[in-house]
């Protein structure tokens, strides 16, 4: 008798094993068995790719990279004092429609001549000029001269703070 029960447990021993591999009655029909969940658990890791380079791209100095009318007499020297590269902006009304932008690069002057009217000077600093935005893509900042320019009069303006200058700037919003 005792050998019948272990010929018995043998037998459901074996028919777990059967069974187990063949998935049950209660899974759907068309859904993977347990052998083929395996497999799409599976993948294979390449490394990922590196990351891209950082670019640094700069306009030329003194570059006009927009201009849309310089029309008039004024003309407006920039001294950049800074290591950082400015894109100086003249608008008689947003920054978002210039009359021009003149690029001056890190510790260089430009002069943009055939400003207009009354005008306002913004200015952008950063990083990598892209010239299909018209703007820095990282490290970005944006100013604006606090007073307005005349063009009946030649303008020379300093980007770095000076003892003795009289001229305040603000932070504006990126544009």
């Known amino acids: 008798m ?3 029960r272990i010929r018995l ?3 459901a021993a074996v028919s777990a094993v059967v069974l187990a591999g063949c998935g049950s009655a209660e899974e759907p ?3 993977p068995t347990t052998s083929q969940r395996a497999a799409f658990t599976t993948t294979s890791h390449s490394p990922a790719p590196p990351p891209a380079p950082l ?3 700069r306009a030329g100095n003194g570059e006009v990279v927009q ?3 310089l029309v008039g007499s004024g003309a407006l020297r920039i001294t950049n004092g800074n290591s950082a590269d400015f894109a100086v902006v003249v608008t008689n009304q947003s920054p978002s429609a210039p009359q021009a932008t003149i690029y001056v690069q890190g510790n260089s002057e430009a002069t943009l001549n055939g400003i207009d009217g ?3 000077v913004y200015l952008k600093s ?3 000029w892209d010239p299909a935005t018209l703007g820095f893509t990282r490290n970005r900042n944006f100013q604006k001269f606090d007073d307005p320019f005349d063009a009946d009069s030649d303008w020379h303006i300093t980007l770095q703070p000076t003892i003795g200058g009289n001229a ?3 932070d504006v919003p990126a544009f």
Do not use: K
């Open 2 to 4: 005792s050998r019948n």
């Open 9 to 11: 447990a043998g037998i």
């Open 29 to 31: 029909t068309g859904s």
């Open 55 to 57: 670019l640094s791209r």
């Open 67 to 69: 201009n849309n009318g």
């Open 118 to 120: 009354t005008y306002f």
């Open 126 to 128: 950063g990083v990598d």
């Open 168 to 170: 305040s700037t603000s």
